[in-house]
Each structure stands twice: as C-alpha cells, then as structure tokens.
C-alpha cells in the first residue's frame, strides 16, 4: 500500500465514523485502525520525504555551525580591527613624537651652531686683543732698548757699533 491509498483509507474511516449526538462536526473514530493507517504510512512513506527530512535537519546543522563561524570570524575580526587601529594609534604618536624630537633637536642644533660661532668670535677677538698687547709691550721694549743703547755711557763708546735702524719699525724685529 502507498501513501496515498493509505491516506484514503484514513478519509474513508473519517467519513464512516459515526457522529456524536447534538455534536454534528465530531465523529467517534476507530483509534487502533488509524493508529494502524499511520504506522502504515510511516513505514510507506516515500524515500523523498524521508531525505527531505534528512535535508532539512542537516540544513538546519549546517546554518547552525554557520552562524557560530560566522560569529568567531566576526569577533576575529574586530579583534584584528582593533589591533590595527591600536597600530595605528601607536604608528601616529610615534611619527608625532618623531617630529618632536626633529624639530627639538633642529631647535638645539641651532643654539649649539650660534653659541659656537659666538664662542669662536669671542677667542679670536680674546686673541686679537692678546696679540695687540703683546705688540705693544714688543714695541715698548724696542723704544727702551734703543733709548738704552743711545744714552748708555758704557756702550756710548761702542754705539757705532750698533746702528740705531737696526731695529725696523714695521716689522718689530732685528735685522
């Protein structure tokens, strides 16, 4: 018997039931018959239906496991957003930061730069200043020694021995 006689059959024995007194939409049916008819049915049922079933509870698995992967893959990546955007953060403060010490170290360079040109300046002028002392103490001595040589009596007797332009005038040495 096929599915589709057995259903008959079920709506036969639906028809044939006797009704319930004053209750004319209710029928007294033959329980273990249709209990038979279903289990006839249960076992005729078509292979079709049977992997529809099977189709339908692996579908159901299937979006079940979906979901959750979907679910894991979703929080990854948020988890992996958040990473990079920390990255981010982290790769901009350090950039920041980078300019910061350039710009500091640009600033003192420049101080260092000035401070050193004043610094040179101030030896060269130190050593100007120490050169035209010791000139004039040079010269000084110069006009001593010739005043020396003109009014010693002791070399007096020898001061044609030494020639008073001896002594150069522009280039404070001995000739």
Do not use: W
């Amino acid at each position: 018997m096929n599915v589709d006689e057995i259903l008959e059959e079920m709506e036969d024995l639906i028809d044939k039931s006797p009704s319930l007194p004053f209750i004319s939409h209710k029928k007294l049916i033959d329980s273990e018959r249709l209990g038979e008819l279903i289990n006839d049915m249960r076992l005729n049922m078509p292979q079709e239906l049977k992997e529809a079933k099977k189709i339908e509870f692996d579908c159901q698995r299937i979006l079940n496991e979906a979901k959750i992967n979907a679910e894991s893959i979703i929080r990854k990546a948020e988890e992996r957003a958040k990473q990079l955007c920390s990255q981010e953060a982290i790769i901009a403060e350090a950039k920041k930061k980078a300019v910061d010490i350039l710009q500091k170290a640009q600033a003192s360079a420049g101080t260092i730069q000035k401070q050193a040109v004043l610094s040179v300046a101030k030896m060269l002028n130190d050593a100007e200043a120490a050169h035209q002392r010791s000139l004039s103490t040079i010269k000084q001595t110069k006009e001593k020694l010739q005043h020396t040589l003109k009014n010693s009596p002791v070399l007096g007797a020898n001061a044609k021995k030494y020639n008073p332009d001896m002594f150069d005038d522009d280039s404070n040495s001995f000739r």
